[in-house]
C-alpha cells in the first residue's frame, strides 16, 4: 500500500478548497514528516502520545517498514473523528488497527495534551521547536531515557480507547468484490493506493461519495447495491426496492448517495436508467456515458472528475453547453458505443 505524505499534493478542487484532512495535512513542518519517519521505522514497542493529524501519515508510513507487535499511538483529541470522514486515510489507519500493527487512542484534555512524544524501551524523542522550524530532539542517556520512556508509557494508559468509523481497506475491498464484483473492488483498489491522503473529503459538490458513484457508473452497478455496499447494513433504499440484507461497510449512509447521483447525472457523467424489478418499484442502473470517464484508469477518474466539476453551471445545477445544445435522449445515443452492453446481463 501507497504512504502518501503531507508533501503530496492533497486539494479536493471540490468547490469548497481542500478538504479536512488536506489542510491538516498542509500543517506539518517542511522535513519533520520526513525526521519523523526516520527516527520510527525499524524500531520496536514504539510509544507515541500527542499525535496531530499531520504527522500520522509518518508514523504509518514508518510502520510499514518495521517489524513487531502494536505501536501504541495516542492522538489529540478530534483526530480519530477527522479520520472517520477521510475515505482514503481513515480506511489506511483502520487496516493497520485491524492488522494489528497500531493501537489507536485519544489523549483527554488538559495540559500537556499537545506535546508530541515518542518512546521506546531505551529512547524517547520530542518534537521541539517553534512551528514552522520544528524538529526532533532524542534523549538516550539511560537515566533519563528510561524515566522519560515510562512517563510517555503513563500517559498512553491514560488515555482512551478510540475506533475509526472507517472499515479496514481489506474488508472494504472483500465486500465490495462480494455485493459488487471484482472489477469495480479493483478499481477501488486502483484507487486507494493511488490518491494522496486528503484527496477528497466529506463536504463540496465533489466528494468521496461521488467519486465512489462514478466508479460504480463505469460498470454499470445498481444504485441499490452500491447503497447495500456502502452503508451500514441496515441501508434505507429510498424507494428504490430491494431488501436491506446487512454486509455494508459503513462509509456512510446509503441513502447520502443521492444527491452525488444527481451532480454527476447533471454534468453529463453518467445517467440512471429505471429497471424494473419484480412486483417492486424500478430500480436504477448507473451507467457512465461520458467518454473521458469510460476511458480513463481508475487512477485518472478523480482529475475527470474535477475537470467536469470545474466547468460552469446553470440555475439547475446542469453544465453550460455552447450554443445552448441539449445532451441527446439516450435512445439516440445508443449506436454510439456499446460498452457495457454485456455487462448489464451479468447484474
Known amino acids: 500500500m501507497a504512504s502518501p505524505t503531507a508533501g503530496d499534493d492533497t486539494s479536493n478542487h471540490d468547490g469548497e478548497g481542500a478538504s479536512a484532512v488536506a489542510a491538516a495535512l498542509a500543517e506539518a513542518d517542511d522535513g519533520l514528516a520526513d525526521a519523523i519517519e526516520s527516527?520510527?521505522?525499524?524500531?520496536?514497542?514504539?510509544?507515541?502520545?500527542?499525535i496531530p493529524l499531520a504527522l500520522l501519515p509518518p508514523i504509518l508510513a514508518a510502520r510499514e517498514r518495521t517489524t513487531g507487535g502494536a505501536w501504541r499511538v495516542a492522538c489529540r483529541p478530534g483526530v480519530v473523528d477527522a479520520l472517520g470522514r477521510a475515505f482514503v486515510f481513515g480506511t489506511a489507519v483502520a487496516e493497520a488497527v485491524a492488522e494489528g500493527e497500531?493501537?489507536?487512542?485519544?489523549v483527554t484534555?488538559?495540559?500537556?495534551t499537545d506535546r508530541v512524544l515518542f518512546?521506546?524501551?531505551?529512547?524517547?524523542?520530542?518534537?521541539?521547536?517553534?512551528?514552522?522550524?520544528?524538529?526532533?530532539v532524542t534523549e538516550e542517556a539511560p537515566e533519563r531515557a528510561v524515566p522519560g520512556a515510562g512517563a510517555v508509557r503513563e500517559r498512553f494508559a491514560a488515555a482512551s480507547s478510540a475506533s475509526v468509523a472507517m472499515p479496514a481497506r481489506s474488508r472494504l475491498l472483500a465486500a465490495a468484490s462480494e455485493t459488487l464484483d471484482d472489477r469495480f473492488?479493483?478499481?477501488?483498489?486502483?484507487?486507494?493506493?493511488?490518491?494522496p491522503y486528503g484527496a477528497v473529503g466529506r463536504t463540496g459538490d465533489l466528494t468521496d461519495r461521488t467519486l465512489l458513484v462514478a466508479l460504480a457508473a463505469?460498470?454499470?452497478?445498481l444504485l441499490w447495491d452500491l447503497r447495500r455496499w456502502i452503508g451500514d447494513g441496515g441501508v434505507d433504499d429510498g424507494g428504490q426496492g430491494g431488501d436491506a440484507d446487512g454486509g455494508g461497510v459503513g462509509i456512510a449512509a446509503g441513502q447520502d448517495l443521492t444527491d452525488d447521483r444527481r451532480a454527476l447525472v447533471k454534468r453529463g457523467l453518467i445517467e440512471a436508467i429505471k429497471v424494473p424489478e419484480g412486483d417492486g418499484r424500478p430500480q436504477l442502473r448507473l451507467r457512465a456515458v461520458d467518454d473521458a470517464l469510460l476511458r480513463a484508469t481508475p487512477e485518472e477518474v478523480l482529475s475527470v472528475l474535477r475537470g467536469?466539476?470545474?466547468?460552469?453551471?446553470?440555475?439547475?445545477?446542469?453544465?453550460?453547453?455552447?450554443g445552448g445544445d441539449e445532451r441527446r435522449p439516450v435512445w439516440e445515443r445508443r449506436g454510439r458505443s456499446t460498452r457495457g452492453t454485456e455487462r448489464r446481463d451479468k447484474n
Open 39 to 50: 527516527a520510527l521505522a525499524g524500531r520496536s514497542e514504539v510509544v507515541a502520545v500527542g
Open 102 to 106: 497500531i493501537e489507536l487512542r485519544t
Open 109 to 112: 484534555d488538559g495540559a500537556g
Open 119 to 136: 518512546a521506546s524501551s531505551d529512547r524517547v524523542d520530542a518534537v521541539a521547536g517553534p512551528k514552522g522550524g520544528r524538529a526532533i
Open 185 to 195: 473492488a479493483d478499481d477501488v483498489a486502483a484507487v486507494l493506493d493511488a490518491l
Open 218 to 221: 463505469r460498470h454499470d452497478h
Open 308 to 322: 467536469r466539476f470545474a466547468l460552469p453551471v446553470d440555475g439547475d445545477g446542469r453544465v453550460r453547453r455552447p
